[in-house]
């Protein structure tokens, strides 16, 4: 993949992708948008990405830095019960029961959760995302998936 | 979530532009001869590629000029979509929009102004161009740097041949040069006129 020049080729790539996790950490179309726009405007500002090939893990965790300032502004809990807005059926799963499970992870287990199970990044895309080492990304996700399984049985 | 997307990116692409970070914005439009990747910069029209996606070396060029504040606007590129319609629809000849050719070196640049010079329906050589430019030994390079012309059509290098009468290059492949030319001779009426077969 060639190296990314222009703004417009870092949204067209990577906008869809960004969208959906805002819109899955957030569970609101008006929030996730608001994410959205200020996501990429701080990448703009932001420019250039801090290194070739790392654009992905750059944006996700200036996304993950903006969900959390809003729910740490908003003092409240990220509602998750709109999922079923962004989340893909998978296994069966009723996006319900994994709306509400997904719903009561601790915030940093939530972002890992959602990035590797639901975004399917790599465990260092992960990492750089949330600003991690990656031992750690794979713990936040086990610990999430425990819970996440327990909630569901 | 399509729409969605859609919705989000204007409101994206309108704060950026009210920000100045955005300094080029870009658009896709159909036309008789297949889709345009249309750019328009502060200056004017930066490039007419043949096809929806950027040509490498045109986004290069306009990154060394204006930076990376390249976006997806449909709005800026909308005045050279609707000139562009009406010539095709054969109802304009010439083209009112600006061009920016600052981006280019400067032996492109005289070329492609003594090239803007041939009108609607007339044809030219690329000896001919050379010699308007003050350059009457380098048609070959006049030929060059018509076949890198980023900003065809509007800038009219499908009216340029070769000094023998036959058609030369195009960048957009010869049989849309010979379409242009056909156009331009009022040979083919509006609309519809590129579905005709290709021996036509």
């Not at chain 1, 809990?77 to 996006?95: C, F, I, K, N, W």
Request: positive net charge.
């Amino acid at each position: 993949m060639t190296a990314i020049a222009t703004f417009g080729e870092l949204l067209e790539r990577h906008e869809r992708e960004i969208f959906a996790y805002a819109l899955r950490l957030t569970a609101d179309r008006d929030d996730a948008d608001d994410v959205y726009q200020e996501t990429f405007l701080a990448a703009f500002r932001g420019w250039p990405p801090p290194r070739r090939g790392q654009e992905r893990a750059w944006l996700y965790r200036i996304a993950t830095n903006k969900v959390i300032d809003r729910a740490r502004r908003a003092k409240r809990l990220v509602r998750m019960d709109d999922l079923r807005l962004a989340a893909p059926e998978r296994d069966g799963v009723s996006l319900a029961d994994l709306a509400s499970a997904v719903k009561v992870l601790p915030e940093g287990q939530r972002a890992a959760f959602v990035l590797r199970k639901l975004q399917g990044l790599e465990y260092a895309e992960v990492a750089r995302a949330l600003a991690c080492s990656e031992e750690a990304a794979r713990s936040r996700v086990a610990e999430a998936m425990k819970k996440v399984k327990e909630a569901m049985r | 979530m399509n729409e969605l997307m859609t919705d989000a990116r204007e409101r994206l692409v309108a704060r950026a532009r009210r920000e100045g970070l955005e300094t080029v914005g870009y658009g896709v439009v159909d036309s008789p001869l297949g889709p345009l990747w249309i750019a328009v910069g502060p200056k004017g029209v930066l490039a007419i590629h043949y096809g929806s996606e950027p040509a490498a070396a045109d986004l290069a060029r306009i990154v060394r000029s204006y930076g990376p504040g390249v976006l997806p606007d449909a709005r800026r590129a909308d005045p050279v979509a609707r000139e562009l319609d009406q010539y095709f629809a054969g109802k304009r000849k010439s083209f009112d929009v600006a061009v920016d050719l600052s981006t280019l070196t400067e032996f492109q640049r005289r070329i492609l102004t003594a090239t803007a010079q041939v009108g609607f329906g007339e044809v030219s050589s690329y000896g001919k161009v050379a010699a308007t430019a003050g350059r009457k030994k380098a048609s070959r390079a006049a030929g060059q740097a018509l076949g890198s012309n980023p900003i065809p059509i509007v800038v009219p290098c499908h009216r340029i041949l070769a000094s023998d009468g036959s058609l030369g290059g195009y960048a957009g492949g010869l049989e849309a040069k010979r379409r242009l030319l056909t156009l331009e001779r009022g040979g083919a009426p509006a609309g519809g006129w590129i579905r005709r077969g290709r021996d036509d």
